[in-house]
């Protein structure tokens, strides 16, 4: 068995893991997809050394700023140090944010071919010009199994789902069978850290501030010193890609704080959209910032399942 303990950004996952990997023999492998990177520390808030406690951490800053890492690259590493770190009689404690990355070990990874970003405006439209209902209409008799359990108020969901069909054909449903197969094959325990949105904003306010008092601006300028094009991957992590307007020259540094502060919060609260779906999850409210609480909880939750 392993663990995952996940949650928005600013929740105190970090070290809610790093105290239950202390008292459970346990090891870090992260899942945030912009902390695989060298150089990019303030940023991604990668948790320092000294707040690790002498707990392995995998998948921080392996790769430089130049070189791609995708959600398929992730999986790959990803099992192979569960499978590791399992023959050492350790327990795996998969910790991050990234919610694509924790599905494509818990749930699989689809690989559905290329979609054409014409057949996509064309859906769009029809969606536009008829409503979300003729799409569902559309999905139903492409995909009925699919329309039997999408959610046909959500015009985003209708209108990715008939691109995938249109675009590959084949039927969704099928994709998501395959996508299944691919999970990788141990249980786990799912901890995911909650906190009220009122208390999570002010963290992120705060951690935006400290990460500015940090040398955000000074990390981000010696990446474009180092030929790390702005419009890249990794520049376009919240906090670089605003940066990078400052160091630029194409807006003021006040707004663009305001600017990283808002894009953050929208970020906590995709994620918490994102993690609701994780409806058998041992949920753990954080607000109050107790870490060692939260990880009594975590401890009790994966005892009464191990």
């Given at each position: 068995?392993?663990?995952?303990?996940?949650?928005?950004?600013?929740?105190?996952?970090s070290?809610?893991?790093?105290?239950?990997?202390?008292?459970?023999?346990?090891?870090?492998?992260?899942?945030?997809?912009?902390?695989?990177?060298r150089?990019?520390?303030?940023?991604?808030?990668?948790?320092?050394?000294?707040?690790?406690?002498?707990i392995?951490?995998h998948?921080?800053g392996?790769?430089?700023?130049?070189?791609?890492?995708?959600?398929?690259m992730?999986?790959?590493?990803?099992?192979?140090?569960?499978?590791?770190?399992?023959?050492?009689?350790?327990?795996?404690?998969?910790?991050?944010?990234?919610?694509?990355?924790?599905?494509?070990?818990?749930?699989?990874?689809?690989?559905?071919?290329?979609?054409?970003?014409?057949?996509?405006?064309?859906?769009?439209?029809?969606?536009?010009?008829?409503?979300?209902?003729?799409l569902?209409?559309?999905?139903?008799?492409?995909?009925?199994?699919?329309?039997?359990?999408?959610?046909?108020?959500?015009?985003?969901?209708?209108?990715?789902?008939?691109?995938?069909?249109?675009?590959?054909?084949?039927?969704?449903?099928?994709?998501?069978?395959?996508?299944?197969?691919?999970?990788?094959?141990?249980?786990?325990?799912?901890?995911?850290v909650?906190?009220?949105?009122?208390?999570?904003?002010?963290?992120?306010?705060?951690?935006?501030?400290?990460?500015?008092?940090?040398?955000?601006?000074?990390?981000?300028?010696?990446?474009?010193k180092?030929?790390?094009?702005?419009?890249?991957?990794?520049?376009?992590?919240?906090?670089?890609?605003?940066?990078?307007?400052?160091?630029?020259?194409?807006?003021?540094?006040?707004?663009?704080?305001?600017?990283?502060?808002?894009?953050?919060?929208?970020?906590?609260?995709?994620?918490?959209?994102?993690?609701?779906?994780?409806?058998?999850?041992?949920?753990?409210?954080?607000?109050?910032?107790?870490?060692?609480?939260?990880?009594?909880?975590?401890?009790?939750?994966?005892?009464?399942?191990?």
């Amino acid at each position: 068995m392993f663990m995952v303990i996940c949650g928005p950004t600013a929740s105190g996952k970090s070290a809610i893991a790093v105290e239950t990997a202390a008292a459970l023999n346990g090891e870090i492998i992260s899942s945030d997809s912009m902390q695989v990177y060298r150089s990019m520390d303030i940023g991604t808030n990668k948790i320092p050394i000294e707040a690790q406690k002498g707990i392995p951490h995998h998948l921080i800053g392996i790769i430089d700023p130049q070189s791609a890492y995708s959600a398929a690259m992730f999986k790959k590493d990803a099992e192979s140090l569960l499978d590791e770190i399992k023959k050492r009689n350790r327990l795996p404690i998969i910790c991050g944010g990234t919610g694509l990355y924790i599905d494509s070990i818990i749930k699989g990874l689809a690989v559905s071919g290329k979609t054409d970003d014409r057949i996509k405006e064309n859906i769009r439209h029809l969606e536009k010009e008829k409503g979300a209902e003729y799409l569902y209409e559309m999905l139903k008799e492409k995909d009925p199994q699919e329309a039997s359990v999408i959610d046909r108020k959500n015009p985003r969901r209708l209108i990715r789902a008939l691109e995938i069909i249109e675009s590959t054909g084949r039927k969704v449903s099928e994709i998501k069978k395959e996508t299944a197969l691919t999970a990788y094959k141990d249980d786990c325990v799912i901890i995911v850290v909650d906190v009220q949105k009122d208390v999570l904003y002010s963290r992120i306010d705060k951690r935006v501030d400290d990460m500015i008092k940090a040398g955000l601006f000074e990390e981000v300028e010696g990446l474009l010193k180092k030929g790390i094009a702005p419009d890249s991957v990794p520049m376009q992590a919240i906090g670089y890609k605003e940066a990078a307007l400052y160091i630029l020259g194409a807006e003021k540094k006040d707004d663009v704080i305001m600017m990283i502060k808002q894009a953050t919060r929208n970020y906590a609260k995709r994620q918490l959209t994102w993690f609701k779906r994780y409806t058998g999850a041992y949920r753990i409210d954080a607000t109050d910032g107790d870490v060692r609480k939260a990880a009594q909880e975590a401890i009790k939750e994966w005892k009464s399942q191990s």
